[in-house]
């Protein structure tokens, strides 16, 4: 009886565990946990390579800057798509951007909107097919139909194309009756649970008056300051705007019959030449033909939307797939000037730059985030521009990598099948009760193995989270033992989560070692200059106050890019990349945090000056920092009462010298070739030059330094003079005094840092020549410059 009674205790477990995940499986509570546990996929597959020819074009604040202030010229929109449809030759050019009406403001220039958007509007005539403008769902009423723009969804019975509210879009001039393609750019938000956006609404359907009613609008306020009391006259199956006086700017259609596909969809149709008649929809799939034979079948999520699958994460600004809509416009508006002057080598040269995009496929979107216009992605935590979601979208189509998801009925098979297992597992004895674990761990890896290799996303939370629960009561209940309940929970626990090494010391009753590894790492010293002048201008707590800024941004900086502070000694910061944990592009994110360290500063001397709380020395405080990359030896170190965890050796030593012998040629950020050659290995893309090759104190072999620039030094001026000093110092090393001179002079003359900068490296190796040519010349010169201080 006790046997049978114990048999259906389990039975209940099992049974209650299946139907409480199972409830939670088939309700929204879950979704939010399921989305995460999704991303954790995501990252675990990590990103896929795409046959899509994929360009951004970013409104970035640099763009905001040069078009002003919100409401922006719409020619700008027409200058930009011409420029890259025609000498660019892009395949279709995307604008997630709604230049709708709405988007005017109180300082709109009437006159100069209306001739931008006419310009923008022939644009679009000129490139129907080939320019995408984007329309949205945004709850604004509509000022014409006294409706509300809300997202018509078929789940929501909204679905009635009849019915459908027009979006918020651009209208006339900008597109006309049978002219200029629209698209989505709404988020399905009642899919998206959590705050990554997986969901689009694949399509929205609306019949009737709307779209004309929309045009008619739009022309009556483009022909407002013309027109003679207007008023719009309905003719049997036409509509139309007229006067008082009889003239009619405008008449079309009154019935229209409008499919608006997501922007990353309309974007495909383009791309490939085909239209909305190459679309059908049925069976829960949007179906596209290409000469009548089957191209793309996309299934649809709830009748409507589709799932994104997130090929990559945002790109960096400086990757090739990126570049600023101003950058554009400046490289028009200078081939607009060499055409207008004649000058042939400059309009080959800026049509040759225009071919980044031939047969491209552009998305143009805000990418500031003071646009708002931002989302989390599953490889992106910090909110990104919203308009890869729509690029992912059309990678998602291009390559055919639709997701898709199991169902409510697979669901419940897979969480009773998985809990009886593990449940069966756990009521044995001894070590068989670990294949439940391995079990478990065997689902989780599956449906990450599933959704790398097949983009299926199978249940992950509720069957592991059933087959726990009856694993556990069951366990508990056969055992009945609280000291075993204490230990075996601790051992549940201990399988999923790993402890910190304190926690590890704590346990295993271990006490801190003294000792170390040797490890390659990269080393990086930083100093702030002058700061013992500094440091006597500035009261105690305002010095205290001062450097706890600048340490706390230096220190943020660093550590975003896997930095370890070593430690601070005074106004110095020492840090390894590398160790603890061991990253393969340590030299890389040494260099990235050198040059956003730089940057870093830039602003804060910029926020003290405008603050005119600091003296004016506070706001031209610099930065020195020296790099080296090389075997060194991390760990705690000190003595068996009190040690730090640190670096030593001789590379450390190097990067040491690499920051203070920076002072003597009047550099900010100097490295080794170490350390260059292993971040360019990367593939990461640095400015830079030689700067000399020395020999430092302490040591007898010779190291080749070099100087790193940030992006905010002039890229012509010092083009000019890495090309003239690394010339003169290929002399200079022959031993050539007089010719590296007359080179060093020439440099000189493009140094970016000589406004700033006590000295320059061109002027510092032009006295060092002159003293050779007095002089000789040190005897059995070698190319190598010996550095007689630390």
């Known amino acids: 009886m006790k046997k049978f009674q114990q048999g259906v205790s389990y039975f209940l477990i099992i049974a209650v565990s299946v139907g409480v995940w199972g409830v939670f499986a088939g309700s929204s509570l879950m979704d939010g946990l399921e989305d995460e546990a999704l991303r954790w996929r995501y990252l675990a597959r990590g990103e896929l390579q795409s046959t899509a020819p994929i360009i951004y074009v970013d409104l970035d604040a640099e763009t905001v800057s040069y078009m002003g202030d919100r409401p922006w010229d719409r020619r700008e929109f027409a200058v930009l798509c011409a420029a890259l449809l025609g000498p660019g030759q892009a395949r279709v050019v995307g604008i997630d951007i709604i230049l709708s009406k709405f988007g005017a403001g109180a300082l709109l220039d009437v006159e100069r909107a209306r001739r931008g958007d006419a310009f923008l509007g022939s644009v679009v005539e000129a490139f129907p097919e080939q320019i995408v403008l984007a329309a949205a769902y945004t709850g604004i009423q509509s000022s014409f139909l006294e409706e509300f723009g809300y997202l018509p969804l078929i789940r929501q019975?909204?679905?009635?194309?009849?019915?459908?509210?027009?979006?918020?879009?651009?209208?006339?001039?900008?597109?006309?009756?049978?002219?200029?393609?629209?698209?989505?750019?709404?988020?399905?938000?009642?899919?998206?649970?959590?705050?990554?956006?997986?969901?689009?609404?694949?399509?929205?359907?609306?019949?009737?008056?709307?779209?004309?009613?929309?045009?008619?609008?739009?022309?009556?306020?483009?022909?407002?300051?013309?027109?003679?009391?207007?008023?719009?006259?309905?003719?049997?199956?036409?509509?139309?705007?007229?006067?008082?006086?009889?003239?009619?700017?405008?008449?079309?259609?009154?019935?229209?019959?409008?499919?608006?596909?997501?922007?990353?969809?309309?974007?495909?149709?383009?791309?490939?030449?085909?239209?909305?008649?190459?679309?059908?929809?049925?069976?829960?799939?949007?179906?596209?033909?290409?000469?009548?034979?089957?191209?793309?079948?996309?299934?649809?999520?709830?009748?409507?939307?589709?799932?994104?699958?997130?090929?990559?994460?945002?790109?960096?600004?400086?990757?090739?797939?990126?570049?600023?809509?101003?950058?554009?416009?400046?490289?028009?508006?200078?081939?607009?000037?060499?055409?207008?002057?004649?000058?042939?080598?400059?309009?080959?040269?800026?049509?040759?730059?225009?071919?980044?995009?031939?047969?491209?496929?552009?998305?143009?979107?805000?990418?500031?985030?003071?646009?708002?216009?931002?989302?989390?992605?599953?490889?992106?935590?910090?909110?990104?521009?919203?308009?890869?979601?729509?690029?992912?979208?059309?990678?998602?189509?291009?390559?055919?990598?639709?997701?898709?998801?199991?169902?409510?009925?697979?669901?419940?098979?897979?969480?009773?099948?998985?809990?009886?297992?593990?449940?069966?597992?756990?009521?044995?004895?001894?070590?068989?009760?670990?294949?439940?674990?391995?079990?478990?761990?065997?689902?989780?890896?599956?449906?990450?193995?599933?959704?790398?290799?097949?983009?299926?996303?199978?249940?992950?939370?509720?069957?592991?989270?059933?087959?726990?629960?009856?694993?556990?009561?069951?366990?508990?209940?056969?055992?009945?033992?609280?000291?075993?309940?204490?230990?075996?929970?601790?051992?549940?626990?201990?399988?999923?989560?790993?402890?910190?090494?304190?926690?590890?010391?704590?346990?295993?009753?271990?006490?801190?070692?003294?000792?170390?590894?040797?490890?390659?790492?990269?080393?990086?010293?930083?100093?702030?200059?002058?700061?013992?002048?500094?440091?006597?201008?500035?009261?105690?707590?305002?010095?205290?106050?001062?450097?706890?800024?600048?340490?706390?941004?230096?220190?943020?900086?660093?550590?975003?890019?896997?930095g370890t502070l070593d430690k601070y000694i005074g106004d110095a910061i020492v840090t390894m990349f590398g160790m603890p944990v061991w990253t393969e592009d340590h030299a890389a994110r040494a260099c990235l945090s050198a040059l956003k360290m730089q940057e870093r500063h830039t602003q804060l001397r910029k926020q003290w000056a405008a603050s005119g709380k600091w003296p004016k020395s506070v706001s031209r405080m610099r930065t020195r920092i020296g790099i080296n990359t090389g075997l060194a030896v991390i760990g705690n170190m000190g003595s068996e009462m009190r040690f730090n965890y640190t670096m030593m050796g001789d590379s450390v030593n190097l990067a040491a010298r690499c920051e203070s012998g920076a002072k003597q040629y009047g550099v900010y950020t100097m490295i080794t070739e170490d350390t260059l050659r292993a971040a360019l290995a990367t593939g990461l893309e640095l400015r830079y030059r030689m700067l000399d090759r020395v020999i430092v104190k302490g040591r007898n072999q010779a190291v080749v330094i070099y100087e790193l620039w940030e992006d905010s030094i002039c890229s012509e001026s010092s083009s000019r003079c890495k090309q003239a000093y690394e010339a003169a110092l290929e002399l200079y090393f022959k031993g050539e005094w007089g010719a590296a001179l007359s080179g060093f002079e020439d440099a000189a003359e493009h140094e970016p840092g000589k406004a700033y900068a006590p000295t320059t490296p061109s002027e510092v190796l032009a006295s060092r020549c002159r003293e050779y040519l007095e002089t000789g010349g040190p005897t059995s010169w070698k190319g190598a410059f010996q550095l007689e201080s630390k």
């Open 157 to 562: 019975g909204l679905g009635d194309p009849e019915t459908a509210p027009f979006p918020e879009a651009p209208s006339f001039p900008i597109i006309k009756e049978n002219v200029g393609r629209l698209a989505l750019v709404n988020v399905d938000e009642g899919l998206t649970a959590g705050t990554v956006p997986y969901y689009v609404p694949a399509f929205v359907r609306v019949v009737g008056p709307r779209f004309s009613l929309h045009l008619i609008d739009g022309a009556k306020r483009h022909f407002e300051a013309v027109l003679n009391q207007p008023d719009v006259i309905i003719d049997g199956d036409r509509v139309k705007l007229i006067d008082a006086d009889g003239w009619s700017p405008i008449s079309m259609t009154m019935h229209h019959e409008q499919t608006f596909y997501s922007l990353g969809l309309e974007m495909f149709l383009a791309a490939h030449g085909l239209s909305e008649s190459a679309v059908t929809i049925e069976s829960g799939y949007l179906n596209i033909e290409r000469e009548g034979v089957a191209f793309r079948r996309i299934p649809l999520v709830s009748e409507q939307s589709m799932e994104v699958n997130w090929f990559e994460a945002w790109p960096a600004s400086s990757s090739e797939t990126r570049i600023s809509m101003q950058a554009v416009l400046r490289q028009v508006h200078a081939l607009a000037e060499a055409e207008r002057l004649g000058d042939s080598a400059s309009v080959e040269e800026l049509e040759a730059w225009f071919t980044r995009f031939k047969d491209k496929v552009i998305f143009l979107g805000p990418v500031d985030p003071l646009l708002e216009d931002i989302a989390p992605t599953p490889f992106n935590r910090e909110p990104v521009p919203k308009v890869g979601l729509h690029a992912n979208i059309y990678r998602t189509i291009e390559s055919e990598a639709y997701v898709r998801r199991a169902g409510m009925a697979e669901t419940m098979v897979i969480l009773s099948l998985l809990t009886l297992f593990v449940s069966l597992f756990v009521l044995r004895s001894g070590w068989t009760r670990g294949i439940s674990v391995v079990a478990l761990f065997a689902y989780i890896a599956v449906t990450f193995f599933v959704f790398s290799k097949f983009h299926y996303v199978l249940p992950l939370l509720a069957p592991v989270g059933a087959a726990t629960m009856a694993a556990v009561f069951c366990g508990l209940l056969k055992l009945g033992s609280e000291e075993w309940q204490r230990r075996r929970i601790k051992t549940l626990f201990g399988a999923y989560v790993s402890p910190e090494l304190v926690e590890q010391m704590v346990e295993a009753q271990q006490n801190p070692q003294l000792g170390g590894v040797e490890s390659e790492i990269t080393a990086l010293f930083s100093d702030v200059v002058d700061f013992s002048a500094l440091s006597e201008e500035l009261s105690p707590e305002r010095l205290v106050a001062l450097m706890n800024e600048y340490l706390g941004a230096m220190t943020e900086v660093f550590q975003a890019q896997s």
